[in-house]
Every structure is written in structure tokens, then in C-alpha cells.
């Protein structure tokens, strides 16, 4: 809430390749896993938030863009 009024954040990333943004995000997720030492089967987000991935990606070539939207 802000000034009373319901936002949801949206964000868009964008790079030069879509094949370059899943590739970044498969091995930020892995190494997310990695670092935690996961056992068994969970999915994405059972493990890591928006945030954490971005924070991992971090890469020179992503562009990421926040967007609130009022409903």
C-alpha cells in the first residue's frame, strides 16, 4: 500500500538474447542451489525470490525495469 492505494510491482528485464536471459537465469538458479545445499526436488521459488535471482544475475548486459501498477 502507498498513499492507501494498492500497487503490485512489475518488472521487465530485458538483454540482447532471449537465450542469454534463460541461460543467466538457469545458472543463477543453480548456483543459488548450490549455495543453500538443496536435497530432493522443489521448485524455483520454494528456494529464491525475484530479488536474490537479480542480485545473482547481475549482469552488465541485463536491464531491468520497475514498473508499479495501481489497481
Known amino acids: 500500500m502507498i498513499g492507501n492505494e494498492e500497487r503490485t510491482k ?3 528485464l530485458s538483454t540482447f538474447s532471449d537465450y542469454h ?3 543467466m537465469v538457469t545458472a543463477s538458479l543453480a ?3 548450490l549455495q543453500k545445499e538443496l536435497k530432493g526436488i522443489v521448485c524455483p521459488f520454494e528456494v529464491t525470490n ?3 535471482l537479480l542480485s545473482v544475475m ?3 548486459n541485463v536491464r531491468i525495469e520497475e514498473r508499479a501498477i495501481v489497481r
Open 10 to 12: 512489475a518488472l521487465a
Open 21 to 23: 536471459t534463460t541461460a
Open 31 to 33: 548456483k543459488i542451489a
Open 50 to 52: 525475484v530479488d536474490e
Open 58 to 60: 547481475n549482469g552488465s
